[in-house]
């Protein structure tokens, strides 16, 4: 460490830990980033995929070295056969590179001014007093203990640093996402759509995806699922299946695996003079399971309050709620909503499943020429997304 004293200590280089860094050292504070592996960005661990370039560049300037695929469509494939497609005639997302594009941001944060420390293992953090906080940090078989006005957990969907703060941060296994994902040197017939696939028929309590990376000329392929039921395929073996039903004869270059946190929000992620950021925060959505542009948003949001916290002289936690209300309102209702649709498709039984996937179909194809009673079944089946009061039981009456 170059100093024992920072104003601001922020735990993991993924997204949002070097976008907070970023922005934070880009304002004049002074900024230790830890990362606990030996390299920014290795290995990955996610599908990659994220909103469009637009919206990227609301945040940063975009590097087109780690853009792998513009995707202008999705298919869904449900339950009984059933193949929903839609073709946008705009960009609706893109493929990254996450490599490229985390060791990108952390190289941003340092340009601006933040300290960067790789192998840099975070393992303690003490109460909070006037000085602030002193954090522990474990790098080349020393430890070292730094003093911080402000620590931000970054650390990730396995965070341990909201817990040592006193925080209520354990991920529950019911809302708790386990995936594995392969990487297939093969190039797949829809290369600028995501594909996937859910239902009765191949994993319910979550789904199978394959994103494709043009430039590179592989896919993710990867599958993940809620507590799955007694007896059912690991989600190596159900990847593999899949490999092995659409890319016979490709190789499989690396197999990653992890938790993904979809339970929404955490109710209660700050603390005096600390706060939380990205998966740590549960800032997934738990539809998708996707993350990056959330812990994008939660970093901006994190360092817009940090800062209006010190020129206030107020980093307490019922100043930092703040910071927590605004990431409630810029993108976890929509959380909230996401996961009352997922709630509700995944508690149908088959035969109700099938019907819905049929009507979404002609929901995307255009076709409304439908029966009374299946446009209610589509019409409660949005209001149960939004409203909890909304059972399933009023929905089939």
């Not at 446009?375 to 009023?394: D, R, V």
Request: aromatic share 8%.
């Amino acid at each position: 460490m170059k100093s024992n004293k920072y104003d601001v200590v922020i735990i993991g280089a993924g997204p949002s830990g070097s976008m907070c860094a970023r922005n934070l050292a880009r304002n004049g504070y002074n900024v230790l980033l830890c990362e606990k592996r030996p390299v920014v960005g290795v290995p990955v661990r996610c599908g990659e995929a994220t909103g469009p370039v637009k919206r990227l560049s609301d945040f940063m300037t975009v590097n087109e070295n780690y853009i792998e695929t513009r995707f202008t469509g999705v298919i869904l494939n449900g339950p009984s056969g059933i193949s929903i497609r839609y073709d946008a005639n705009k960009e609706l997302g893109v493929m990254l590179d996450r490599t490229i594009f985390d060791q990108d941001l952390a190289n941003q944060a340092v340009r601006e001014g933040a300290e960067l420390q790789v192998d840099a293992r975070v393992m303690a953090i003490s109460t909070s007093s006037m000085a602030g906080r002193r954090v522990t940090i474990e790098q080349a078989g020393k430890s070292f203990e730094v003093e911080a006005a402000m620590v931000v957990g970054s650390d990730g969907a396995e965070s341990l640093s909201g817990r040592w703060v006193g925080l209520k941060t354990r991920q529950l296994p019911p809302l708790t996402c386990s995936a594995i994902e392969l990487r297939v040197k093969a190039e797949d017939p829809n290369p600028n759509h995501l594909t996937f696939w859910q239902g009765h028929d191949t994993i319910n309590k979550g789904y199978i995806w394959v994103f494709p990376k043009v430039k590179s000329k592989v896919v993710n392929l990867g599958s993940g699922e809620l507590v799955p039921k007694m007896g059912a395929k690991n989600m190596y073996d159900l990847s593999m299946e899949y490999k092995n039903k659409l890319y016979p004869d490709a190789e499989v270059e690396e197999v990653h695996g992890g938790c993904v946190p979809v339970s929404g929000n955490l109710e209660d992620y700050t603390a005096d003079r600390f706060l939380l950021s990205g998966d740590a925060a549960h800032h997934t959505n738990p539809l998708t399971g996707g993350g990056i542009m959330a812990s994008i948003v939660a970093a901006e949001t994190a360092a817009k309050w940090i800062d209006k916290g010190f020129k206030a002289g107020d980093l307490s936690k019922n100043f930092l709620m703040q910071y927590q209300e605004e990431c409630w309102n810029r993108f976890g209702k929509n959380h909230r909503k996401e996961a009352r649709i997922r709630d509700f498709v995944l508690g149908l039984g088959n035969r109700d499943q099938e019907t819905f996937y049929r009507i979404f179909k002609n929901m995307v194809g255009g076709n409304f020429s439908l029966p009374s009673r299946t446009i209610g079944f589509t019409k409660l089946g949005l209001l149960a997304a939004m409203n909890p009061k909304l059972t399933k039981k009023s929905f089939f009456s």
